[in-house]
């Protein structure tokens, strides 16, 4: 076990007991956000993150383990393993590496090096590879001619062939290679003749070179997609004399050697023929490989703070989902969520009824109390925010408008669950309540629709499926368990989401609220069918009882922590109804968390948290994020001026830059370059989706309807 705990604790800069104890919670069943969260006495309290990356490197550990074995018995099988080649699989830390070892006992498909030595060439391969100083390499070869071998020439071409082929399997031959090609290698790419780039999206690329050692994962993207496009050519280039002097100074001596002409033109053929463009291709893939984990880490940073997005609590909210040929759809939501209304406006051509949309407008704004005017951000978005804010102006109303990302919203729409909550209603009047609810509670609405189709990431049609949805799912996850649930309101798709919980025990949760209303405690939850004892202990801290018996259910405190909470309570004189006000803040300020978990038999995590929870108590995690901005007017390209000072909201960060939407039709972009005056790996480094950014206009592009942004104040840049 430690042979595969100390890498992945080095590896991650953690201590190995903390690997030890998270992989025998996992062992155990317990979710990593019940670990994150409930055990941090046990990790020395490790984040999601990074017992995330544990569970995901032991899987590899344990992968890398298992091949070692596998190879070593195949070698052993062929009766060729020695105590040398044990030694090198056993220094292996990466499956490539194996796998180079491996490459001479692999059983080969049909090559020249095959097919040689079937002809009974393999003997003179060998003569030359010694490197005799004497003899005649051409007489030598003569005894092998015969009924398979057509003359010497054909014998000496064999040879080299079974020589190149050796060398091409020289684990330290590759290695060399690789490491100089990582190292120095440059990426080149070429324009192809004839190809079909009219918008010219690939042109950066007709010409393009760098360092593979520096470029970035979107460029690494881009240039596969115009490959694949079949736009571009592409090559790495490295300083292949070097390469091939080290290859000759391995494989022949110091003096002067009859076959050494033969050997350096095996050598030659081994390195443009079998060496090069194998291990391009592994580096390829590599980069490719590490471009994609790259956009997968963004879109997962990305899609954390979308779903984090604090709420708007106690707001009435008018969804308005634009269209131009269809209409305008309404919906009005209560603070909770609720349907309360739907209608349809054409207040844009080709079908405009302004008057009659103003009308119907000012009714629903009459008739309830909203509080905030949603718009969505696609297809007719811009025209129907001069709308409103014409609206708003002209009748005084006391009413504010915000732009919300519609992304999703219309394959929520068209989804079963939807259909199954508004069966109803038409596709595009759930696309408005979906786009109302967005701000009334972001998390619990973008969590019915497919991470995949929030639209928060980079090239993200060419990651592999698979690993995206894997990650996007533990975002998910996180992200929920992070905020908890309302037992007694949320939807069987939120709950499956909570630790400890699956589809089929939220529904069960769903179906004993309809039968037996709602659930006036966490142990209550025990009685539901399929919550047995392992699913009661990951799940009750994340499921909140707002109006229940017991105020510690209202918590993030776990039930298996009332008793002390209780006990802490009564050593620092406080009474529940005191919780949460100057006084508890102020007895909590006067004690050692450590201190109390020795005198107590706990442990100065838990403790810690029963603290912080006794001053604030139904603290929201999302409250620590900005508010959506709220507009009551509409801003036009024409209104900006090169150094204005605006504030806008990160709609999307990427490996180049950030997004911003300021009220424009499109977004302005501020390129990593102008985010700091110090050197930025990525720029979510310094802002999140969602975040209100202080930005400067730098550049007007008036043809294209651009903006070029900076967060470097005009003039000091």
């Known amino acids: 076990m430690k042979e595969i705990i100390n890498p992945i604790a080095a590896q991650l800069n953690v201590k190995p007991h903390q690997v030890e104890a998270v992989l025998n919670l996992l062992a155990d069943g317990a979710s990593v956000p019940f670990i994150a969260r409930y055990r941090k006495e046990m990790t020395g309290a490790l984040d999601e993150e990074q017992i995330r990356m544990i569970q995901e490197q032991y899987a590899y550990q344990v992968n890398l383990a298992k091949r070692k074995e596998d190879v070593l018995r195949l070698i052993e099988e062929k009766g060729k393993l020695t105590e040398e080649i044990k030694q090198a699989v056993a220094a292996c830390v990466k499956l490539s590496q194996v796998e180079d070892i491996y490459r001479p006992y692999q059983e080969k498909r049909k090559t020249r090096a095959t097919m040689a030595i079937a002809k009974g060439l393999e003997p003179l391969a060998k003569w030359l590879l010694s490197c005799p100083q004497s003899g005649d390499v051409e007489a030598m070869a003569a005894h092998y001619v015969n009924d398979q071998v057509a003359d010497v020439n054909e014998a000496v071409q064999g040879a080299k062939d079974i020589i190149a082929e050796i060398i091409s399997d020289d684990a330290k031959v590759r290695e060399r290679v690789r490491t100089g090609m990582e190292r120095y290698g440059r990426i080149e790419t070429k324009e192809k003749k004839k190809h079909e780039d009219e918008r010219k999206v690939y042109q950066m690329y007709y010409d393009y070179n760098e360092r593979l050692a520096t470029i970035a994962a979107h460029r690494v993207m881009a240039i596969d997609r115009a490959e694949k496009a079949k736009?571009?050519?592409?090559?790495?280039?490295?300083?292949?004399?070097?390469?091939?002097?080290?290859?000759?100074?391995?494989?022949?001596?110091?003096?002067?050697?009859?076959?050494?002409?033969?050997?350096?033109?095996?050598?030659?053929?081994?390195?443009?023929?079998?060496?090069?463009?194998?291990?391009?291709r592994e580096i390829r893939s590599e980069l490719s490989d590490k471009a994609h984990e790259q956009s997968i880490q963004v879109f997962s940073q990305n899609l954390e703070r979308l779903l984090l997005q604090k709420p708007m609590k106690n707001k009435t909210v008018l969804g308005f989902d634009p269209a131009f040929r269809t209409g305008c759809k309404l919906a009005v939501i209560d603070t909770t969520g609720k349907l309360l209304e739907v209608s349809v406006i054409y207040p844009h051509m080709p079908n405009a009824k302004v008057k009659e949309a103003e009308k119907t407008m000012l009714d629903l704004l009459k008739r309830y109390p909203i509080d905030i005017i949603a718009i969505g951000n696609g297809t007719a978005s811009r025209e129907s925010e001069a709308f409103v804010a014409k609206l708003i102006q002209t009748h005084h109303l006391s009413v504010s408008y915000t732009m919300v990302s519609e992304a999703g919203a219309s394959v929520y729409s068209a989804s079963k669950l939807a259909r199954e909550e508004f069966p109803q209603l038409h596709v595009e009047q759930r696309s408005a309540i979906s786009i109302a609810r967005r701000i009334v509670d972001p998390l619990s609405e973008l969590i019915k629709i497919d991470p995949q189709s929030i639209g928060v990431g980079q090239y993200q049609h060419d990651l592999p499926s698979a690993r995206l949805k894997e990650r996007l799912d533990f975002v998910v996850s996180k992200a929920v368990n992070r905020v908890g649930v309302n037992v007694n309101t949320a939807s069987a798709e939120l709950l499956k989401n909570v630790s400890g919980l699956t589809a089929a025990t939220a529904k069960s949760i769903v179906n004993y609220r309809n039968?037996?209303?709602?659930?006036?405690?966490?142990?209550?939850?025990?009685?539901?069918?399929?919550?047995?004892?392992?699913?009661?202990?990951?799940?009750?801290?994340?499921?909140?009882?707002?109006?229940?018996?017991?105020?510690?259910?209202?918590?993030?405190?776990?039930?298996?922590?009332?008793?002390?909470?209780?006990?802490?309570?009564?050593?620092?004189?406080?009474?529940?109804?005191?919780?949460?006000?100057?006084?508890?803040?102020?007895?909590?300020?006067?004690?050692?968390?450590?201190?109390?978990?020795?005198?107590?038999?706990?442990?100065?995590?838990?403790?810690?948290?029963?603290?912080?929870?006794?001053?604030?108590?139904?603290?929201?995690?999302?409250?620590?994020?900005?508010?959506?901005?709220?507009?009551?007017?509409?801003?036009?390209?024409?209104?900006?001026?090169?150094?204005?000072?605006?504030?806008?909201?990160?709609?999307?960060?990427?490996?180049?830059?950030?997004?911003v939407d300021i009220g424009l039709h499109e977004d302005g972009l501020v390129h990593i370059s102008k985010m700091s005056r110090q050197r930025v790996a990525h720029p979510g480094e310094l802002v999140s989706v969602g975040d209100i950014l202080k930005v400067y206009v730098i550049g007007i592009d008036e043809v294209k309807q651009k903006v070029q942004l900076s967060l470097l104040p005009y003039g000091n840049r």
């Open 231 to 280: 736009v571009i050519n592409v090559s790495i280039n490295i300083d292949d004399e070097r390469q091939l002097e080290w290859i000759e100074h391995r494989y022949t001596k110091k003096y002067r050697s009859v076959s050494d002409p033969y050997i350096k033109e095996a050598i030659q053929d081994s390195y443009q023929r079998l060496i090069f463009p194998s291990v391009e």
């Open 515 to 659: 039968e037996h209303g709602a659930i006036h405690s966490r142990s209550e939850l025990k009685s539901i069918p399929k919550i047995g004892a392992k699913s009661f202990e990951q799940a009750a801290g994340f499921l909140r009882i707002e109006d229940g018996e017991e105020w510690l259910d209202r918590t993030s405190l776990h039930p298996e922590s009332y008793a002390l909470t209780r006990q802490l309570l009564d050593y620092l004189q406080l009474t529940p109804a005191q919780v949460g006000s100057d006084a508890a803040t102020q007895a909590v300020g006067e004690v050692n968390a450590t201190d109390l978990a020795e005198q107590f038999h706990s442990d100065p995590y838990t403790v810690q948290d029963i603290l912080d929870v006794l001053c604030v108590p139904f603290r929201d995690y999302r409250d620590r994020y900005d508010a959506p901005i709220l507009r009551s007017d509409v801003l036009e390209l024409s209104d900006l001026h090169i150094g204005d000072e605006l504030e806008g909201v990160a709609r999307n960060v990427v490996d180049f830059g950030v997004f």
